[in-house]
């Protein structure tokens, strides 16, 4: 699957304006209007990026809430989880599909953090940590749910 960058998708809508959209437009100023919305994405199309800080931010505040977890004494291994989110990577020029997975990975982390730091857990203040991994967790979702929609998959439309 192609995943377009911002400008490719900001290009097309201003091929789409300017071709098909404008020509159509009986009205001066209407058609005016649209031109000018054109340019303006033309100009800001090199300037913008999809913006990925938020979410990743939190994955690195998530990392050193599961290492400090991970180090403290006495707490056995950490879950598998746990362990698979803090060695996780993402590229830095990673597209769409890779931080939604990234940020995913790291919030099954972050329950695994919890479970592992909870009730259970030696040594550790099992409520706060639950506290505040569920903070994190939620927080994580809502960056997820800011980050820009993948392209359908028309792999994934059948299931």
Same mark, same amino acid.
């Given at each position: ?24 437009? /009986? ?12 340019d303006i ?9 999809? %913006? ?8 690195a ?10 180090d ?16 996780? /990577? ?11 997975r ?11 953090l ?19 991994? %569920? ?5 994580? %979702? ?8 993948p392209?359908?998959?028309?792999r994934r439309?059948?299931?």
């Amino acid at each position: 699957m192609i995943q377009n960058s911002l400008r490719v998708l900001l290009d097309g809508i201003v091929e789409s304006l300017t071709e098909r959209v404008a020509p159509t437009v /009986e009205d001066e100023y209407a058609r005016a209007q649209v031109l000018a919305a054109a340019d303006i994405l033309a100009a800001l199309a090199p300037r913008v990026a999809w %913006d990925r800080s938020q979410a990743l931010g939190w994955v690195a505040e998530a990392h050193a809430l599961a290492r400090r977890a991970r180090d403290a004494p006495g707490v056995g291994a950490p879950p598998a989880e746990l362990d698979e989110a803090l060695n996780a /990577e993402l590229a830095p020029d990673a597209g769409a599909h890779a931080v939604e997975r990234h940020v995913r990975l790291q919030r099954a982390g972050l329950v695994a953090l919890q479970r592992y730091v909870g009730p259970a857990g030696a040594g550790t203040d099992a409520a706060l940590a639950a506290e505040v991994a %569920d903070l994190i967790a939620r927080r994580l %979702d809502d960056e997820l749910a800011l980050l820009p929609a993948p392209p359908l998959d028309p792999r994934r439309a059948a299931t």
